[in-house]
């Protein structure tokens, strides 16, 4: 936790809290100082729960750390920070169980984007979150393809996986980047919530192939259904190429496993180092191989992860790709949809998104894992050997979706204190905002058997006058 000392200026004495994951603003809008040196949105300070972060939000006289003028730059104890006519001392608590890892910095792969801003205490709200769920929430904000400013709100919904499907007592934060697995290169296990738009649903399952009853077993199928969906892949046993002489190369039987880690480091795929090859659409895979040589062939460990209607036989085989997870960026077909970054993109549209750019790109699932139009969130569930000690887990998506509604300025906020401030300087308890209810989809649904839960993730899009733009003053969820 950070907290806020004023030493010096009107409003000394005073204390300004930010818990983690939250981001507060230090302004004449946002919190009630008196000084009015201070620019309208002066600066924000954000606490991840061992280390605090502070950035200028473009002042008029500038934000200083320690005398130094900063734009953005870390917080530590004993830290003085100068804005207006006062003088803040920061004060870090950490708080237990919290750290860098549990909320990354908010990052959006390739578009514009800004801090999540929660609920704070000033009199006027700028963009302040009133969450009335269980949920987590968080937003970004982007420009489309035609360059329009949008807000984007995330919803993440936490359950437990169970036919008795209910809301987990902890939930799950919104993922602000993304978390890798431990392999060497690593995979995306869980990819980050704070994208702007997809156009579909993705259904997604990270964990792993479990034997019924324990057994050992050299082969096993595991699949799932979410309502029309219908998804499965053949697991296989450790198995390597074996070169013949004269002839060609064979497969080793396939070695029993009790589990099996479904991830892409499983599947087809991979660098042929040695032809100077690789997998189009799966660069940590294993199998692959662009050019036959003993060297090559000898050893070569094949994916434990096949499609059942397309096995591997021969050598030169080149079958697509199969897994459950997160499926790369830098990967076939989903590379494609990222657009063309090329001088003339550079020179004409930077920072903006390509003319040929796919919001496909931000849809994460597996290409076959990927819903047409949305889920409803009412499908029935069947997982099939993805569940320690139940080959077959059925239950029913919980039919629980947010409602999220923006409350709009109508009047400029700067404008509209600048006017009560010369009438009286007096704020009224009636503000001239206007409610806009958004129309948010399940876009994405994660199951993580072996943690007992899934998540869904709605978002919802509004427009906005600018990217800097003041006029939304809530974003309001509820059930």
């Not at 530590?76 to 169980?97: H, N, W």
């Not at 060297?295 to 079958?319: C, Y």
């Not at 009047?411 to 007096?426: D, F, L, R, S, T």
């Not at 994660?446 to 007992?452: A, I, R």
Request: with cysteine.
């Amino acid at each position: 936790m950070i907290t806020l000392e004023v030493s010096a200026g009107p409003a000394a004495g005073r204390r300004i809290e930010a818990v983690p994951g939250a981001v507060v603003e230090i302004g004449r809008l946002s919190q009630a100082l008196g000084d009015r040196h201070l620019s309208a949105r002066h600066f924000a300070i954000a606490c991840d729960g061992r280390q605090g972060r502070i950035r200028d939000l473009g002042s008029t006289n500038g934000t200083f750390v320690n005398g130094r003028r900063i734009s953005e730059t870390t917080l530590d104890d004993g830290d003085r920070i100068d804005a207006g006519q006062s003088t803040f001392v920061v004060r870090v608590r950490p708080v237990e169980g919290a750290g860098p890892g549990s909320s990354p910095a908010p990052t959006a792969d390739g578009v514009a984007s800004d801090v999540a801003l929660k609920r704070s205490t000033g009199p006027l709200p700028l963009c302040q979150v009133a969450n009335e769920t269980p949920f987590a929430v968080s937003m970004l904000r982007w420009a489309d393809v035609e360059g329009r400013p949008r807000l984007t709100v995330v919803v993440k919904a936490t359950f437990v996986l169970d036919p008795d499907v209910r809301p987990t007592p902890r939930q799950l934060p919104v993922f602000d980047a993304d978390i890798l697995t431990d392999q060497d290169p690593p995979s995306v296990r869980f990819e980050s919530d704070r994208v702007p738009f997809k156009p579909r649903s993705d259904v997604v399952l990270v964990g792993r192939a479990h034997a019924p009853g324990g057994e050992a077993v050299s082969t096993l199928p595991a699949g799932l259904r979410v309502g029309q969906l219908r998804y499965g892949v053949l697991v296989v046993g450790d198995r390597r190429w074996e070169s013949q002489l004269l002839q060609a190369p064979t497969i080793s039987m396939p070695e029993p496993f009790v589990t099996m880690d479904l991830v892409y480091e499983r599947a087809f795929g991979g660098f042929d180092e040695p032809a100077g090859m690789y997998c189009q659409e799966n660069h940590v895979g294993t199998g692959f191989i662009g050019k036959r040589s003993v060297a090559r062939v000898e050893g070569l460990r094949l994916p434990n992860l096949e499609d059942p209607t397309n096995q591997i036989h021969s050598w030169n085989d080149l079958p697509r790709p199969v897994g459950f997870g997160f499926y790369g960026r830098g990967w076939a077909p989903r590379l494609q949809y990222a657009g063309t970054y090329d001088e003339k993109h550079m020179k004409e549209r930077h920072p903006l998104l390509p003319v040929d750019f796919s919001y496909r790109f931000f849809n994460g699932a597996h290409p076959d894992l990927q819903v047409e139009g949305y889920l409803r969130g009412d499908e029935e569930v069947d997982l099939l050997n993805v569940c320690s000690g139940s080959p077959r887990m059925s239950f029913r998506l919980p039919a629980v979706a947010p409602k999220i509604t923006v409350s709009r300025w109508t009047v400029p906020p700067e404008q509209w204190i600048e006017e009560q401030e010369g009438a009286n300087g007096q704020i009224p308890d009636r503000l001239p905002l206007v409610d806009e209810p958004l129309s948010p989809v399940l876009d994405t649904l994660v199951l993580v058997p072996d943690q007992g839960v899934f998540y869904q993730v709605f978002r919802a899009v509004a427009s906005l006058s600018s990217l800097d733009s003041l006029e939304i003053a809530r974003v309001i969820v509820t059930l």
